[in-house]
């Protein structure tokens, strides 16, 4: 590891107890300009855990302190309940094809988060998966504290364990496959300066509105590496940080999904390192079927929204 990383890691890595509410509170009153701070949730089918995570976020830290300004849950084409349920809790609920129709909306997480800004005003933002189970409010506490009270800090990752199944199996059993196997060694080889991130991957996140508007959005599964690789290039490591938030549990997917965003990852990599182009941008896996293994061919996301800022719409918006 880097001697830069060693220093980052003991000055640039908290935990969310080191950052109780009262202070968190009195710094954003202290200068409520840039203290403004506004949830998002990407959701699509989750009906199961977004009415949960919104009702911890309202109670927490909207009615008994206000810590949080906005909650939005951008439903990117649920076809369960997930928006009425999102409405019941208290969220504000937006479709992504609502947003910026002049340019049709394509499936993927990246696409959500980058309209997001959108229908959002805070000068933080930040992000929180919606599959979350046993939810606590430091996942959103624990990563705007260092942007309410350091005002050197960009960008903030969530850290924490990720339990497999039923958490039983120790370190054996921590989910984030993906991670380990595709996004730590890309980093560790290409971006030794991000070799201190413990998720990297991870959907918490938040960022200063005026450093993500600057930056490109891949449209999938990317966006979370592409984001990260794309801070470091336009403000550098000591602007990011890292919050220890304790326990992430959450739905895991299969094998094949993860082999479908573990190509999206890397492709997004690649166009990092060279700008080049793959000849033929899909992946194909196999499924066993009735006569052997059928193939399944899927494509690549291989498409980037720019960066917010060039957005005729957002500018006018943030002018108004």
């Known amino acids: 590891m880097l001697e830069e990383v060693e220093r980052w890691l003991a000055g640039r890595s908290w935990s969310a107890a080191d950052r109780p509410l009262e202070r968190l509170l009195a710094a954003k009153a202290g200068d409520p300009r840039r203290g403004s701070v506004s949830v998002v949730l990407p959701a699509l089918d989750e009906e199961a855990t977004v009415g949960d995570i919104v009702t911890t976020i309202r109670r927490e830290l909207m009615e008994k302190v206000p810590l949080v300004d906005e909650l939005v849950v951008i439903d990117s084409g649920s076809t369960d309940a997930t928006s009425r349920v999102a409405r019941e809790a208290g969220a504000r609920v937006v479709h992504r094809d609502a947003i910026l129709p002049r340019i049709p909306a394509v499936p993927g997480k990246g696409e959500v988060l980058w309209r997001s800004l959108l229908v959002t005003g805070g000068d933080i933002v930040c992000f929180v998966d919606a599959d979350l189970k046993d939810f606590s409010a430091d996942f959103v506490s624990g990563i705007v504290g260092p942007l309410l009270t350091d005002p050197d800090v960009q960008f903030v990752k969530a850290m924490y364990d990720r339990p497999f ?105 690649q166009l990092r390192l060279s700008r080049g182009h793959l000849v033929r941008p899909e992946l194909t896996q196999f499924e066993r079927g009735a006569d052997g293994f059928v193939p399944r061919t899927h494509a690549v996301d291989t498409e980037e929204r720019p960066p917010m800022r060039e957005i005729e719409e957002y500018v006018s918006r943030r002018a108004a």
């Open 165 to 269: 199944g039923d958490g039983t199996g120790g370190t054996a059993a921590q989910g984030g496959r993906v991670t380990e196997l595709v996004a730590r060694p890309l980093l560790n080889l290409h971006w030794p300066q991000l070799a201190g991130f413990v998720q990297p991957l991870g959907g918490e996140y938040a960022v200063r509105r005026s450093l993500l508007e600057q930056l490109p959005f891949p449209v999938g599964y990317g966006v979370e590496l592409g984001l990260l690789v794309d801070a470091l290039h336009t403000v550098g490591l000591d602007a990011l940080a890292q919050v220890d938030v304790g326990v992430r549990r959450h739905r895991h997917q299969d094998g094949q999904a993860l082999g479908r965003m573990a190509a999206t990852i890397y492709r997004t990599a």
